[in-house]
């Protein structure tokens, strides 16, 4: 269990986490949405194939593009920070020009583990949210969990109830999709 709110994250745990990420590199897993409480309105993920990538790791950056059938908009961009980790969504439309609201994300502010960390939403991401209109993620909370040779696991969490979750299954890498918009 993670410690208190505040506490910087771990180096060995945040360490120990991105040694798991480093496993899968180059490879790619197929996953479903596991949880979508309540039902996200206008469900862009119903029916169509979830694919993550662990498509670069380079010292302190990994790129893991999700993909969502065709969809090739979204990249989770991880980086070492001074406190642990830090959790950006890069987000670009089909012409590979920066969407309005990329790079939103946060920034680990408990010591995690090497099979979970969490990234509660940063400031510069409220800002961005608060200018788009987008009032209900300015709780947002990203988690990321591994279990080697089980599973990878992405979660969007809100106080009051919003839970989303993606699991993807890595006993069964699958073909790497195409790069993803803006990243060829």
């Known amino acids: 269990m993670a410690e208190p709110s505040g506490?910087?994250?771990?180096?060995?745990?945040?360490?120990?986490?991105?040694?798991?990420?480093?496993?899968?590199c180059g490879k790619a897993f197929e996953g479903r949405v596991v949880?979508?409480?309540?039902?996200?309105?206008?469900?862009?993920?119903?029916?169509?194939?979830?694919?993550?990538h662990v498509r670069e790791c380079r010292p302190g950056v990994w790129k893991i593009p999700f993909h969502v059938g065709g969809d090739r908009s979204r990249t989770w961009v991880l980086t070492r920070s001074a406190a642990g980790l830090r959790l950006k969504h890069d987000h670009r439309p089909?012409?590979?020009?920066?969407?309005?609201?990329?790079?939103?994300?946060?920034?680990?502010?408990?010591?995690?583990?090497?099979?979970?960390?969490?990234?509660?939403?940063?400031?510069?991401?409220?800002?961005?949210?608060?200018?788009e209109g987008l009032k209900a993620s300015v709780t947002n909370v990203w988690a990321m969990?591994?279990?080697?040779?089980?599973?990878?696991?992405?979660?969007?969490a809100r106080p009051g109830g919003r839970l989303f979750r993606v699991a993807f299954d890595l006993s069964k890498p699958v073909e790497p999709p195409p790069a993803p918009w803006g990243h060829d």
């Open 7 to 24: 506490a910087p994250a771990s180096p060995r745990a945040a360490d120990e986490f991105l040694s798991r990420i480093d496993g899968l």
């Open 35 to 52: 949880v979508d409480e309540p039902p996200s309105p206008g469900d862009t993920f119903s029916g169509k194939r979830l694919v993550m």
């Open 94 to 131: 089909e012409d590979g020009t920066p969407d309005a609201t990329t790079m939103y994300g946060g920034e680990t502010a408990t010591p995690g583990s090497a099979a979970r960390q969490e990234f509660p939403v940063d400031a510069e991401s409220i800002a961005t949210f608060e200018r």
């Open 145 to 156: 969990e591994i279990e080697p040779g089980r599973r990878f696991v992405y979660e969007l």
